[in-house]
């Protein structure tokens, strides 16, 4: 029954995060800056992972996320820490919605010059 939620729920934030601009408003920023446990979700509706702190300063946000079950990173083992423009990023339903799909994750993660050391990195500097 919880995977028929969660999937119901990743397919709900699919539909509304397509339709959605990305941004986040002064109080969105307020709100989640610096903040753990907040769920990560690409523009499809997939989900990438929780936020294990975030820092955001002025244009750019970092992302620290820790996979978890159901996460398109989580069977590679490593945290994943995303920098992106902090205006290809949008709240809903206190969650982070990147405007960036699946498939570019996944291909900016294979490209990142990550090393060994446990960490995957994504940069997502341009729309």
Do not use: C, E, W
């Not at 002025?58 to 205006?87: C, E, H, M, N, Y």
């Amino acid at each position: 029954m919880t995977f028929i939620k969660s999937t119901l729920t990743a397919l709900t934030l699919g539909l509304s995060a397509t339709v959605a601009h990305a941004d986040l408003s002064p109080s969105d920023i307020a709100a989640i800056d610096g903040k753990s446990g907040i769920r990560v979700y690409s523009s499809d509706g997939d989900f990438v992972g929780l936020t294990n702190g975030l820092r955001i300063n002025q244009d750019r946000t970092r992302l620290f996320l820790v996979p978890r079950a159901g996460s398109i990173f989580r069977l590679r083992g490593k945290d994943v820490i995303v920098t992106t423009k902090t205006d290809l990023l949008t709240l809903q339903d206190g969650n982070i919605v990147i405007d960036a799909d699946t498939q570019r994750l996944r291909i900016k993660a294979r490209s990142s010059s990550s090393d060994d050391d446990g960490i995957v990195t994504i940069l997502l500097l341009n729309g």
